[in-house]
């Protein structure tokens, strides 16, 4: 166990809003809460940043030692913990409980803990736990009588379910099976616990009732993903993210493969770019085998691959939740094309904050479309980014966490 400290930030009462209570929180996260490529990581660190001005955080995570990680979370926290995980044991616990009912993704977390004293901690003044994502549901019991906010994120039953409808591996089976546990899951957790979600999309597929986690939306910052407008853009278009998380490499891999071709035809010129962390194999042998796409991979800073591009194209047909990729492209003005699923997700409208098309053909068409016409995409831009500021920033994605935080110390 690594334990780093730093000086707790400001709790001064001159800063405070009026009526909210100041809070020590153990903030226990899968994976260490830092700038990362995966989105639940931002989420946290994002919130975390946020609310430690007005509250004392303590980081509990269960990763590798990442001395960066941990240095960029300690100015905001009490303290930053980071239990060292086995990958092999949590490979172990999955397999065997393939032959239960329990979620195989919160089997393999069972025994996270086991390094560490979570009983000692639990008692040492905290006035509540705040836990994400659902993979963690196994310390809840630990924490009792703590009161608790799981911090779903997304659906991940819904997630599963989009999965075993688009994978062509085996794996198909396991994420159709994991589905119907995580689902079952979700709703019983909501029962006993405040839990939270980021989409109304997500909400309505874990529970439609009295029971249905709160919305705490994702964000984007506004200052790293500042508005741009630069009339003439490279004749690019940009995929952003991290390319070896399925959703992704299955969007990416059926624009290359089935739009891409659709588009040269009219402007043979244009260029795909992929730019995330973690590009899956079968992205790089797309790149190989095609003229057209650039595997530009990890990079330090997206806002520059963003702001270079004619358009930004977010096709998911998997996945749940609000992508980032989404946000992030509409903040930094690029002009966006969408699938339904990822523009009806934070509310984006056909025709006013971006374009939505679907299959081959309508994709194809919304491009050219956009790229034809500069005035249509400096006005989608300029939509996008009012859209984004109104409803998706961090700092109120904070304040809708620091409510629901308030409503269970309150009880």
């Known amino acids: 166990m690594r334990v780093s400290r730093a000086r707790p930030a400001s709790t001064s009462t001159e800063q405070q809003p009026q009526n909210i ?34 509250h004392a955080i303590t980081s509990l995570s269960f990763d590798a030692a990442d001395a960066a990680g941990r240095a960029a979370l300690a100015p905001y926290c009490e303290q930053v913990i980071v239990v060292p995980r086995s990958r092999l044991r949590s490979g172990a616990r999955a397999l065997a409980a393939l ?31 705040h836990v994400q994502p659902i993979r963690l549901a196994g310390l809840l019991p630990a924490l009792a009588p703590l009161p608790c906010v799981v911090d779903y994120v997304d659906a991940l039953s819904l997630n599963m379910a989009r ?37 109304a999309v997500d909400r309505a597929a874990i529970r439609d009732d009295a029971f249905a986690p709160q919305l705490v939306r994702n964000g984007v910052d506004l200052d790293e993903f500042a508005f741009t407008t630069t009339p003439a ?54 790149a190989r085998s095609q003229p057209n796409v650039d595997l530009i991979g990890e990079v330090p800073c ?21 992508q980032f990729k989404l946000l992030e492209a509409m903040a930094a003005g690029t002009p966006v094309v969408s699938s339904r699923l990822s523009a009806h997700s934070i509310q984006a409208i056909d025709g006013r904050h971006l374009l939505v098309a679907d299959d081959a053909p309508a994709m194809s068409a919304a ?26 920033s961090w700092s109120r994605s904070a304040q809708e966490l620091e409510s629901v935080w308030q409503s269970v110390a309150a009880r």
């Open 163 to 199: 999965r075993a409808q688009r994978d062509r591996t085996p794996l198909r089976w396991i994420a159709a099976l994991e589905a119907r546990r995580l689902a079952s899951c979700e709703r019983e957790l909501c029962t006993r616990h405040a839990t939270v979600v980021c989409s």
């Open 367 to 392: 491009l050219l479309r956009l790229l034809s016409s500069p005035a249509l995409a400096q006005e989608l831009a300029h939509e996008a980014r009012r859209h984004v500021e109104a409803e998706f």
């Open 233 to 286: 853009r490279a004749p690019e278009i940009v995929f952003a993210g991290n390319l070896g998380y399925f959703p992704n490499v299955d969007a990416a891999h059926w624009f290359a493969t089935e739009v891409l071709p659709l588009l040269l035809r009219e402007m043979p010129q244009l260029r795909l770019r992929l730019v995330g962390a973690r590009p899956a194999a079968a992205l790089r042998r797309l």
């Open 302 to 322: 997206m806002q520059p691959h963003l702001t270079r591009a004619a358009a930004a194209v977010v096709p998911l047909r998997a996945g749940s939740g609000q």
């Open 21 to 54: 209570r100041l809070m020590r929180v153990l903030f226990i996260t899968q994976r260490l809460p830092a700038h990362a490529v995966r989105g639940d990581q931002r989420r946290a660190f994002a919130h975390i940043r946020a609310l430690s001005a007005r």
């Open 99 to 129: 032959a239960g009912s329990r979620p195989l993704q919160v089997a393999m977390n069972d025994g996270i803990a086991a390094g560490l004293d979570l009983a000692k901690l639990r008692d040492s003044g905290f006035d509540l736990a």
